[in-house]
Each structure stands twice: as structure tokens, then as C-alpha cells.
């Protein structure tokens, strides 16, 4: 039998709740990674986490809070700017306004058009810069820009990470009972950090062209947390198998509550209760998957399935099913083209801005759903032949 060490950090007989260091929580993480498995129990207090927390190669993790509400691991604000006025290639100094948190030798991130993509062979949305040094209202660069940057333009760092990320061929990590704040505070312009800035973000090896290139992280579980103020996702899950959602509340995140994404499968989420989120659940390239129980309130969208990755078999398989959705601001469930095969049955949708059910793709099943209230058309068929039973 395997040894397993456990790893308690305890600190309930002090007078008050104590904050950690990040360091501190990340060896003890390291240690319980080095001993085949183990258990870091995180006391009440509010843990201020500057460069994310890492978990690679893990088995038989547990990452818990001795109390979900007052445990709370919280992301510093991210560093951010937008653009004052037009810059030209070539500059080596980008006038700013509204900056925050920038130091040198951080690597921006321009949010405007870059070099040209070799996947979509369009250009991507963003390209890279280097800080020399900071004023008030400018930012010297180390090189000068290959790429303009119009006015308004979001600069924000590169580098920003995710909460906790989990990465390699990790096995059994469970994440239970916290609070995982984003860091995101009022007067925030629209931040999307898309794989940076989420609450967990998870991730096997994989490539758009050639799918899963190595292990996929499996069974990983995140219950009873409270995820919140998080410019990326709330959970993201990427070439992952077997995963669990399950009973957690995601409010106020700028992207997505939980997403799917390439290549995870068999993956579930339930019981959960998603309120003021992009989207509430986003499956991208994700197969076999069920969504089921959950509660979406005030979302722009509850469940976006669309594809991105031409690879066959993708998209297919996943079950959306006994969901309640309470005034969303678009469609409720929309399904894309290059999907298939998938299943809608006995959700609750009540008052969609948009449409309360949008079908594309191919043999999706629609069946006992009650929709009341939609802002245009209860269902909507865009393409396909499907079974639908409403």
C-alpha cells in the first residue's frame, strides 16, 4: 500500500485568522507532490497569491479549507493599461492611461493585432513587448514595437497567472471548501484572461493540430468553493479526463464559469449555482461530457458546445440535462456547427434575452425541455436534421 504523508497547516488556536505566504502553501503543495499524495489544509484568513500556485505531476492530491467561506486565496489586481492615443511601429514608448501594477522587465500583453497565426492563418490578437521602465502616463519598452497599437488598446501582463494551475500527469487532485478570488475589483475595464487569471486551470499536453501529445490530466475534482471576481475562466479544463464539478457557486467572472475545452472528456459538471458569468458553461471541443442540475442566473449565455479543432469525433456525446436558467441576457443553450449527437433534455429556462434553445450541427436530441419567456423564439433549428420531442 502506498504511503500517503499528510500535509495540515493549522493555525485555529490563534487569536485570529493568519495569512500565509504563497511560498509557504507552495511547499507545503511540493511536499505532498514529493511523497506520492497527501492532504494541505488551508486555515481561515485571506492568502494573497502573486504568482499562482502549481501543481505538476500530481497523485492523490487534496487541496481543502478548513472553512469554504472565511478560507480564501485571492489573486493581487492584474497590471493593465489602456492606450491613450494611436503608436506607431517602431516606437519605443506607448502613452498610457488608467495603468496599474507595471514593473520592469514585465512582458505586456498589446491586445491588438499581431503577427499572422500558422492555425488560423489570421492575425493574432495580440503581440508582445518588454517594460524598460514606467511613468505616470507612459511605458518605456526595452525594443521597439514590430506591430501598431491603436488608441484604447488593453496592454496587461503576459504573464498573469491562474490561481492554481495543475499541469504534467496529474492524477486525484481535489480542490474543496475555498473561496478562490480572482482579484477583480470594481472599476476593472473588461479583462478576458482566456487561460490566464481563472480560479483552476487544468491542462494535458496537446496541440490543435494533432490533439492529446502527452497524458491527460485526469480525475480532477473541485467541490463546495466559492469561485469569484475572476477576469479569466472560473475553471478551465484543457485535454483533461474524468473531471468533477460539483456543487460549487462561480459568480462574476468575465469569461467563462467552467469551460470544456479542447480535447477533456467525460467530464462532469453538476449542482452547481452560476450567476453574472460570460457564460455559464462553455464545452469546446469536448466530448461525452453531462451538465446537469446546475443553476444559471443572469448570464450573457448558459451552455455555448461549439468546435474549434477539425480532428473527428469531437463535439459529440455530451449530455445537458435538468438545468434551470434564469434570465440570460442571450440564448440559453446554443450548439453550434461541427457538433453532433448531443443531447438537451428537461432543462428550465425561463426569460432568455435572445432564444431560449439555438440548434446547429447534426442528430442532436431535444427532448421535454419547458421554455417560457424568451426575448425571440423559443427554439431555433439554424441547420441539421435532429430529434426533437418538445
Not at 108 to 129: M, N, Q, V
Not at 227 to 252: K, M, P
Not at 332 to 348: D, F, L, P, R, W
Request: with cysteine; glycine share 10%; aromatic share 6%.
Amino acid at each position: 500500500m502506498k504511503f500517503f504523508i499528510l500535509l495540515v497547516l493549522l493555525f485555529a488556536a490563534l487569536p485570529s485568522a493568519r495569512a500565509l505566504p504563497e511560498a509557504e502553501i507552495q511547499r507545503y503543495i511540493d511536499e505532498a507532490i514529493k511523497a506520492g499524495g497527501g492532504e494541505v489544509v488551508i486555515p481561515p484568513g485571506v492568502h494573497l497569491i502573486e504568482r499562482g500556485l502549481r501543481v505538476k505531476d500530481a497523485k492523490k492530491l487534496r487541496i481543502v479549507g478548513l472553512d469554504a467561506e472565511e478560507t480564501v486565496l485571492k489573486l493581487l489586481p492584474v497590471a493593465y493599461a489602456l492606450a491613450a492615443g494611436s503608436t506607431a511601429a517602431d516606437a519605443t514608448t506607448i502613452p498610457v492611461k488608467s495603468q496599474r501594477g507595471f514593473k520592469p522587465g514585465m512582458r505586456l500583453k498589446i491586445e491588438a493585432d499581431g503577427e499572422l497565426d500558422s492555425f488560423t492563418k489570421k492575425p493574432k490578437p495580440f503581440h508582445i513587448a518588454i517594460v524598460k521602465a514606467v511613468d505616470k502616463d507612459a511605458i518605456q519598452l526595452e525594443a521597439a514595437l514590430k506591430f501598431p497599437v491603436p488608441e484604447g488598446t488593453m496592454i496587461r501582463h503576459e504573464d498573469a497567472p491562474n490561481l492554481i494551475e495543475i499541469r504534467g500527469a496529474s492524477e486525484d487532485v481535489r480542490i474543496e471548501k475555498l473561496t478562490l478570488d480572482g482579484g477583480r475589483v470594481e472599476g476593472d475595464p473588461p479583462i478576458r484572461g482566456h487561460a490566464q487569471l481563472c480560479a483552476v486551470f487544468a491542462s494535458g499536453a496537446y496541440n490543435y493540430e494533432k490533439g492529446p501529445i502527452g497524458p491527460k490530466v485526469k480525475k480532477i475534482g473541485v467541490s463546495r468553493c466559492f469561485i469569484q471576481n475572476c477576469h479569466g475562466r472560473g475553471i478551465a479544463l484543457y485535454s483533461v479526463e474524468g473531471a468533477e464539478i460539483d456543487d460549487c457557486t462561480i459568480r462574476d467572472t468575465s469569461d467563462e464559469a467552467i469551460d470544456f475545452d479542447h480535447f477533456t472528456v467525460k467530464s462532469i459538471a453538476t449542482h452547481n449555482h452560476i450567476a453574472r458569468c460570460l457564460v455559464g458553461v462553455e464545452l469546446n471541443d469536448a466530448t461525452d461530457c453531462l451538465v446537469a442540475g446546475n443553476e444559471f442566473r443572469e448570464c450573457g449565455t448558459g451552455i455555448n458546445l461549439w468546435r474549434y479543432c477539425k480532428q473527428p469525433g469531437l463535439n459529440e456525446g455530451n449530455v445537458i440535462v435538468q438545468n434551470v436558467f434564469e434570465r440570460m441576457q442571450g440564448n440559453a443553450v446554443q450548439i453550434a456547427t461541427g457538433t453532433k449527437g448531443n443531447t438537451i433534455a428537461q432543462n428550465e429556462i425561463n426569460g432568455s434575452g435572445k432564444n431560449g434553445i439555438v440548434v446547429s450541427g447534426e442528430a442532436q436530441i431535444l427532448r421535454g425541455n419547458k421554455i417560457s419567456g424568451s426575448g425571440m423564439k423559443d427554439i431555433v433549428i439554424q441547420e441539421g436534421s435532429h430529434e426533437i420531442t418538445e
